[in-house]
């Protein structure tokens, strides 16, 4: 009976190490929309104009990027749709395009301190 | 009636909405109607309607699981409703979430799939034979009254939809105001599919994540019945492939996984999750030199900002461990574990 136990335990952390962990298919899709998503926002965090509204304020696209890159993959989700839908709004407000959306991605990034020290 | 109380998801921007729409305000107020596209019927020019589908009417608050039945039970699957209401039913909201509904879809053994946000793909769907749950908002945004009910006719004729909702097996509102409340939502509807069944329109990158869904929970056979049916659809998804081919590995069927991960090597030999889980479906065959092989591949071949990185690092110390107490010893095994770059 012992034997059958220490048998079924030494089994057991056996299959636990054999049991291999491949990359399921939920987390390679995930994966690859947070990379697709990342390469979206950095386009238009590396845009001229807005690099240099950000610039005028004193950030840096490294400090934005490296928010964006630190936010869970819904965040990043809620924020690239939030960065299209201001992007859309933008055009018909062409005029304070670049300025609108610096603002947007500073508030969604939560760099608000920016607006206590301006 | 009733009152279903999704929670929204979080904004952590509401601020931000408040300034855009004091400057956007005027933009959009011209969005309150829905556009055309939504409104369009798609082919459809005569009445329809699915009359077999059953009426559950929901009890106090709750549509949502009632609503879910009736969609769970034209695909296939009866539970108790009793059951799914302790599923999906949040007594401190009044309501259910859209991300519990179809996480129970998946614990029947079925798809959830959410619908383009349109007429026209309400009417597909019934058009095949599928009730169409929705999520409405009968109140106003600012004070709203969340309710799940199920479209089951459409009449084009006399621009009218036919509802099973709250206690009305069959309540006829006119489309405008359906769309209306629809919108309200988004416009989330959702039809649930059995696994093999395809949806009328649907969109391979949606579709399979559906399914991934169903790998993700252990479901495989019924993961592998969605990914068969996305490849007799799309027959190169690299999606596709690589789900068929995760599938077939967690039931054991080794063959078809290395089949389906060559596949996809064969065309991009830089899918390094593919060439990792290739690695695993040698080894479990006993092609133990390929397996550290193809596992060395990834890892050199590995950007070092690949967020999957660490999963690479960890299969071939597993590998590697795993090749090491092989009795007899594996030739040539020693000099794939000690020579790889890190």
Redesign the interface.
């Known amino acids: 009976m012992f034997n059958y136990l220490a048998l079924t335990i030494v089994c057991m952390g056996f299959v636990q190490?054999?049991h291999?962990?491949?990359?399921?298919?939920?987390?390679?899709?995930s994966?690859e929309a947070?990379?697709a998503a990342m390469t979206r926002i950095e386009s238009i965090v590396m845009r001229d104009d807005v690099r240099q509204q950000l610039s005028n304020l004193g950030v840096s696209q490294e400090v934005v990027l490296a928010r964006v890159d630190r936010m869970t993959d819904?965040?990043l989700a809620?924020f690239e749709s939030?960065l299209s839908q201001?992007i859309v709004?933008g055009d018909?407000?062409a005029v304070?395009g670049a300025v609108?959306l610096v603002?947007?991605i500073l508030?969604?990034v939560?760099v608000t301190d920016i607006f206590k020290s301006i | 009636m009733s009152h279903a109380g999704p929670r929204r998801p979080a904004h952590s921007h509401i601020r931000w909405r408040t300034v855009f729409t004091v400057f956007a305000g005027t933009v959009l107020a011209a969005c309150s109607t829905s556009p055309d596209t939504v409104r369009d019927y798609g082919a459809l020019t005569q009445t329809i309607e699915l009359s077999d589908t059953p009426f559950i009417p929901q009890e106090r608050y709750q549509c949502g699981p009632a609503a879910l039945l009736t969609v769970l039970s034209v695909a296939g699957a009866t539970p108790p409703l009793d059951e799914v209401v302790e599923r999906v039913y949040l007594p401190g909201s009044r309501g259910s979430l859209q991300a519990e509904i179809t996480a129970t879809v998946r614990a029947y053994g079925r798809i959830p799939y959410v619908i383009d946000a349109s007429m026209s793909a309400i009417t597909s769907e019934i058009q095949a034979g599928r009730p169409v749950m929705v999520l409405q908002n009968l109140g106003v945004s600012w004070l709203p009254r969340w309710h799940y009910s199920v479209v089951v006719g459409i009449n084009p004729l006399a621009d009218q939809v036919v509802l099973r909702s709250g206690t009305d097996a069959r309540r006829k509102t006119s489309t405008n105001t359906f769309l209306r409340t629809w919108s309200r939502s988004d416009y989330w509807g959702l039809v649930v599919l059995r696994p093999g069944e395809l949806p009328a329109n649907p969109e391979p990158q949606r579709y399979l994540q559906a399914v991934a869904g169903l790998e993700a929970t252990g479901r495989y056979h019924d993961a592998l019945s969605g990914y068969d049916a996305a490849l007799t659809r799309w027959p190169d998804s690299t999606i596709a492939l690589y789900g068929a081919a995760t599938a077939n590995y967690q039931l054991g069927q080794l063959a078809p996984a290395i089949h389906y991960y060559q596949r996809i090597l064969v065309t991009e030999p830089d899918h390094l999750s593919a060439r990792n889980n290739m690695a695993y479906a040698l080894f479990e065959s006993g092609h133990y030199v390929d397996a550290l092989v193809n596992i060395q591949e990834v890892i050199l071949r590995a950007h070092e900002d690949d967020p999957l990185l660490g999963q690479y690092l960890a299969s071939r110390d597993e590998l590697c461990a795993r090749v090491s107490i092989i009795d007899p010893p594996v030739d040539k095994a020693e000099g794939y574990c000690t020579t790889a770059g890190e």
């Open positions: 190490v054999s291999a962990e491949v990359i399921g298919t939920e987390q390679l899709i994966s947070r990379e819904s965040e809620s939030s201001g709004g018909a407000l304070i609108f603002l947007l508030e969604l939560g």
